[in-house]
């Protein structure tokens, strides 16, 4: 989704990937027509819970930023900390694209609001290469909590 539209030649290339794609209008338009009891015949999803799987590279940890600064606003986090969540799901992003040989080279997160904090957690099925030595590698992934 772009606010404004996409280039002739963002079009081209969302075309030759099979993307949807829309503009802010669009996106209004529908929302408008979407009545409360349509949506509840979705069944029902935690408000306070999000997920979203964005392809890797391609600055599409930009897309991720973006997102969890919206979520993180409507939750009255400061800005400063804002900033800093927006960092570490930059970096998380790259972090899984660089380095998690994942064969559907897809980012899924996971954003969840909790009474005093918010969780974010970033992860690829991406495959665990062996250390040098050749035993296990035994690092864990690690789920980040931010408190306001």
């Known amino acids: 989704m772009s606010p404004e539209g996409f280039s002739d030649e963002a079009l081209v290339l969302?075309?030759?990937r099979n993307v949807y794609n829309s503009n802010r209008q669009q996106f209004e338009i529908i929302s408008s027509r979407v009545t409360s009891s349509e949506i509840d015949r979705r069944g029902s999803v935690d408000a306070d819970e999000f997920e979203m799987i964005i392809p890797m590279g391609e600055d599409s940890e930009i897309i991720a930023a973006n997102t969890v600064e919206q979520i993180a606003r409507?939750?009255?986090f400061a800005p400063e900390a804002i900033n800093q969540i927006k960092?570490?799901?930059v970096e998380a992003c790259i972090n899984a694209s660089e380095h998690s040989l994942s064969p559907d080279r897809k980012i899924y997160q996971q954003f969840r609001v909790e009474s005093d904090r918010l969780v974010v957690i970033v992860s690829s099925r991406g495959?665990?290469?062996l250390p040098s030595n050749g035993q296990k590698d035994s690092s864990v992934r690690k789920c980040r909590k931010w408190q306001r």
């Open 14 to 16: 969302l075309n030759e």
């Open 74 to 76: 409507r939750v009255n």
């Open 87 to 89: 960092t570490a799901l």
């Open 127 to 129: 495959v665990v290469p």
